[in-house]
């Protein structure tokens, strides 16, 4: 991976959840490239050491660990991993999350006939609420939870980052994923929440807000069988002035600007959108 400017992280200790997903992979190599220790932290241990293994095989230094992060003991014991073999944790991502069908409707609007006729149909009012719960969960829960064990870290150092993900659905929810939208929203409001709490103990808290960008767990949504777009995915790129889906190499920038105490040292509880100006268009 070539990146876009490098950054000194040598001494540092990094810690990314979901590390062993396509954007968040991209993370823990560029951060490997600057000189940290990563340790990459997924539900799936064999996703996560694929990635560790490709960072040690270009010189970086990296561990895969298995981590659920909406249960503590399993974080506690990753952390206690992490520390035996790499030390403290400086730096910490959350980038675990996702969606779920039962939190998405089938229908970008609701008609009248949907409610007598609805065989086959999710509509608003078919969501399942555990299917719900567990959009929240992952996405709130999953950035809350791992923040509570590692932060102690920080706050130990008197001093560390925090970056969480959010979505550009923050900003404005997608049609038919009402779960997934109102989560990320709470993520970024405990970002800001977050980074007024830790102030005074020198821990900032930052997030990321990616626009549409192609990987494993929307591949089906947005891409046909052969390859082709979808729909849906005709849609995006037709509101998004850069007219083409993100590319995981694009968020790096952001996430190393974020990282660095060099060059954002006085940035604190900031949700930053790459969305290739989705989020800015109005349709007109």
Request: glycine letters at 12%; one cysteine or more; proline letters at 4%.
């Amino acid at each position: 991976m070539k990146l876009p400017f490098k950054i000194n992280l040598e001494d540092k200790v990094a810690v990314i959840t979901g590390g062993g997903g396509v954007l968040c992979g991209a993370f823990a190599k560029a951060i490997a490239q600057c000189g940290a220790k990563v340790a990459i932290l997924d539900l799936k241990k064999s996703n996560a050491d694929k990635v560790a293994a490709e960072i040690c095989s270009t010189g970086g230094y990296a561990i895969g660990v298995e981590a659920n992060v909406l249960d503590v003991a399993s974080l506690v014991a990753a952390q206690k991993e992490v520390s035996a073999k790499l030390g403290s944790c400086d730096i910490l991502i959350n980038g675990a999350g996702g969606n779920h069908p039962q939190g998405t409707t089938t229908k970008e609007y609701l008609y009248p006939e949907d409610i007598s006729n609805n065989e086959g149909l999710v509509t608003f009012f078919d969501l399942d609420p555990d299917g719900v719960k567990f959009v929240f969960d992952l996405n709130f829960l999953g950035t809350l939870l791992p923040t509570q064990v590692y932060a102690k870290d920080m706050v130990a150092n008197g001093k560390g980052t925090v970056v969480n993900i959010s979505s550009m659905n923050a900003f404005t929810p997608l049609t038919k994923i009402p779960a997934y939208s109102g989560a990320k929203a709470a993520v970024s409001n405990f970002t800001q929440w977050l980074a007024v709490h830790m102030s005074k103990v020198g821990i900032r808290v930052n997030a990321i807000a990616p626009g549409f960008f192609l990987t494993e767990q929307n591949r089906g949504l947005l891409l046909n069988a052969d390859g082709s777009p979808t729909a849906r995915a005709h849609k995006i790129i037709s509101q998004t002035p850069m007219g083409r889906f993100g590319e995981s190499d694009e968020l790096i920038g952001t996430l190393l600007w974020l990282v660095s105490e060099e060059a954002s040292g006085f940035v604190n509880g900031v949700v930053v959108p790459v969305d290739g100006g989705f989020s800015s268009y109005s349709g007109v």
